[in-house]
């Protein structure tokens, strides 16, 4: 049996009529910058990110990039994240003009450690971005009381969370809705993912909002006027037909996935020398991935191959261990927990068309491998 880590085709199978109609409306149009689609998109992504504005970017790395440098950083300051994470999330930081500083994870959910936050925090920092990782939201309710204390900024890096719920007080509260930017991605293997890259920045801040719009546009609202220098980075309109066909099935798609993580993790618990991944009680997960975490995990990927079997390792290294960020003086050991993980994830197929007998298949591959 063959099963692939992600099938996309599949999906587009269950789509492909939705998707070709606002295509096609797109190219009749000939209008394949910005636009309606791209404005119908942007209202449909606040809504579901419970935000007042959305603005279509041209990736997740730009998502990330352009609030960023709405905050006007300057050499020297500080945004603190995780290092274990997609390289976008400190290269952006870097490249925004700050410096990254890293603080370990939680060696359940893999998310950022709220509670080594605080100690990270110096006279120089500015801004904190929590990673929801895999599709698991951070403990927000614990983190914004802790940035508004030190006047910091919150950009919410949820490029595998778009759709992914935290209940507060109470109440279920999106990705997207907390913190003082978002940053989504549309990257074809997302789990709303379009056609190549793209996308979006949501916030609830109106003057965060005009000045991302103008980043995109070469720093300026008019043709040929510009009020700082700014770049290209606009949601294609043939990206938002794609994206704005798909959207109506998110919901449903996610709860594919995490029915499938509920029965991966029901099969897999009692296997000696895999631990299954844990959900926040608090979380509604997406499960973007789903990561085990494996003893002898390269020879169980090698397994898996060989039986036919997708899997992915997110991610080989660490971001402080990185040599583009030599320069940060960290040293192996300095974040333990995120590099044990590094040694031992192993990302198992979750999309939502995998069939039940396609799961239990790669159940049984893990299975046999460890003697269970």
């Not at 041209?58 to 390289?87: N, W, Y």
């Not at 870097?94 to 950022?112: K, L, Q, S, W």
């Not at 929590?130 to 030190?150: D, I, K, S, T, Y």
């Not at 020879?299 to 039986?307: R, S, T, V």
Request: glycine share 8%; aromatic share 8%; charged share 20%.
């Amino acid at each position: 049996m063959n099963v692939p880590l992600l099938d996309l085709k599949a999906q587009h199978r269950a789509v492909t009529d939705a998707v070709m109609a606002r295509v096609m409306a797109v190219v009749e149009s000939q209008q394949f910058i910005l636009g309606q689609p791209v404005q119908d998109l942007e209202a449909a992504i606040a809504g579901l990110c419970r935000a007042r504005y959305a603005v279509g970017v041209a990736s997740g790395t730009d998502a990330l990039l352009l609030p960023l440098k709405a905050l006007d950083l300057q050499p020297g300051d500080e945004v603190i994240t995780t290092p274990f994470t997609f390289f976008a999330t400190a290269g952006t930081i870097h490249n925004a003009g700050a410096r990254p500083v890293f603080v370990d994870i939680e060696p359940d959910t893999y998310n950022i450690d709220v509670a080594q936050v605080e100690a990270a925090i110096t006279p120089r920092t500015r801004a904190v971005v929590p990673v929801h990782l895999f599709g698991q939201m951070v403990a927000m309710e614990r983190l914004l009381p802790l940035a508004a204390r030190h006047g910091l900024a919150v950009i919410e890096d949820a490029c595998q969370a778009i759709g992914a719920r935290r209940r507060i007080d109470g109440q279920w509260r999106s990705a997207g809705e907390l913190g003082t930017a978002t940053s989504l991605s549309f990257f074809p293997t997302k789990n709303l993912g379009g056609w190549g890259d793209g996308g979006m920045v949501v916030t609830s801040d109106e003057r965060l909002a005009g000045r991302v719009r103008r980043l995109r546009t070469h720093g300026g609202m008019k043709m040929y006027f510009h009020e700082e220098v700014g770049t290209n980075s606009r949601l294609d309109a043939i990206q938002a037909a794609v994206l704005l066909a798909k959207l109506p099935h998110l919901a449903e798609w996610s709860a594919a996935r995490r029915m499938h993580g509920e029965a991966y993790g029901a099969a897999l618990a009692g296997v000696v020398g895999v631990r299954v991944p844990a959900v926040d009680p608090a979380n509604e997960h997406i499960f973007h991935q789903y990561v085990i975490a494996a003893e002898r995990r390269d020879a169980l990927q090698a397994h898996l191959k060989a039986a036919g079997i997708g899997t992915a390792v997110y991610y080989p290294r660490p971001l402080h261990l990185q040599n583009c960020f030599a320069y940060l003086g960290y040293e192996a050991g300095a974040f333990p927990v995120s590099e044990t993980a590094t040694q031992r994830v192993l990302a198992l197929p979750v999309y939502p068309e995998l069939a039940e007998a396609q799961r239990d298949y790669v159940v049984a591959a893990i299975r046999r491998f460890y003697g269970a």
